[in-house]
């Protein structure tokens, strides 16, 4: 069965990450993935049409049932502020993939994108061994670009405006590089 993780953090308040559940799915959250704003460098989402409550507890169940991906989100105390994904999750898989997505404006530019992505990058690496870890990202989204390169991603690769960017296993940046004073992860 595929291994489930969890981590906090503090930053200049209290974080966590675990794997989304079907409750967590809101009409706020809901509500990012239809912004044609938030979701403009997301393909598969901006693609998939509207979502609704029921189309996306869907999508977390057929998630939390596959063997190879998970979704996990950031809260701030109990408040969904992000979500990231990762696929390609299987023991013979040669690297993983991973996105982000900090839902709301008001909780961007704080460092929270940068910090997820390395939180979500450290479990990959140490609690389910994966050695590298991949994301595509549009060459007109700086922002994603300037958070995966914080988090210690470097670029492998161009093709048709799409950068290809990876971490690799023991070439991690410091905690404290992308803001994190504490960090405690688990595994069950
Ligand atoms: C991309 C995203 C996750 C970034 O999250 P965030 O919490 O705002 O990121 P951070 O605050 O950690 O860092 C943002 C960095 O991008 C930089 N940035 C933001 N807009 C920028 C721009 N237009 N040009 C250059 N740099 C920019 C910021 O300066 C900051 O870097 P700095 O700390 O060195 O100043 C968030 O904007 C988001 O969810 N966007 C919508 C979904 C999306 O595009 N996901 C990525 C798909 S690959």
């Given at each position: 069965m595929?291994?489930?993780?969890w981590?906090?953090?503090?930053?200049?308040a209290h974080?966590?990450?675990?794997?989304?559940?079907?409750?967590?799915?809101?009409?706020?959250?809901?509500?990012?993935?239809?912004?044609?704003?938030?979701?403009?460098?997301?393909?598969?989402?901006?693609k998939?049409g509207?979502?609704?409550?029921e189309?996306?507890?869907?999508?977390?169940?057929?998630?939390l049932d596959?063997e190879?991906a998970?979704?996990?989100?950031?809260f701030?105390?109990?408040?969904?502020?992000?979500?990231s994904?990762?696929?390609?999750?299987?023991?013979?898989?040669?690297?993983?993939t991973?996105?982000v997505?900090?839902?709301?404006?008001?909780?961007?530019?704080?460092?929270?994108?940068?910090a997820?992505?390395?939180?979500?990058?450290?479990?990959?690496?140490s609690q389910?061994?994966?050695?590298?870890v991949?994301a595509?990202?549009?060459?007109?989204?700086?922002?994603?670009?300037?958070v995966?390169r914080?988090?210690g991603?470097?670029?492998?690769?161009?093709v048709?405006?799409?950068?290809?960017?990876?971490s690799?296993?023991?070439?991690r940046?410091?905690a404290?590089?992308?803001?994190?004073?504490?960090?405690?992860?688990?595994?069950?």
């Open positions: 595929k291994p489930r993780c981590a906090e953090f503090e930053m200049t974080f966590g990450m675990r794997s989304l559940t079907v409750d967590d799915v809101s009409e706020a959250y809901v509500g990012w993935l239809n912004d044609p704003q938030t979701t403009r460098y997301m393909p598969c989402v901006a998939s509207p979502v609704t409550i189309s996306q507890r869907d999508y977390v169940r057929w998630i596959s190879d998970c979704i996990m989100g950031l701030r105390d109990s408040r969904l502020v992000g979500t994904g990762a696929q390609r999750l299987g023991a013979d898989s040669e690297f993983a991973i996105g997505l900090i839902g709301s404006a008001d909780d961007r530019g704080r460092g929270l994108g940068t997820f992505v390395w939180g979500v990058t450290e479990l990959l690496h389910l061994a994966m050695r590298e991949r595509t990202i549009a060459a007109t989204n700086p922002a994603s670009v300037a995966f914080k988090a991603y470097s670029e492998c690769g161009e048709d405006g799409v950068i290809t960017v990876r690799v296993e023991g070439q940046v410091e404290a590089r992308v803001g994190i004073r504490g960090w405690r992860s688990f595994r069950a």
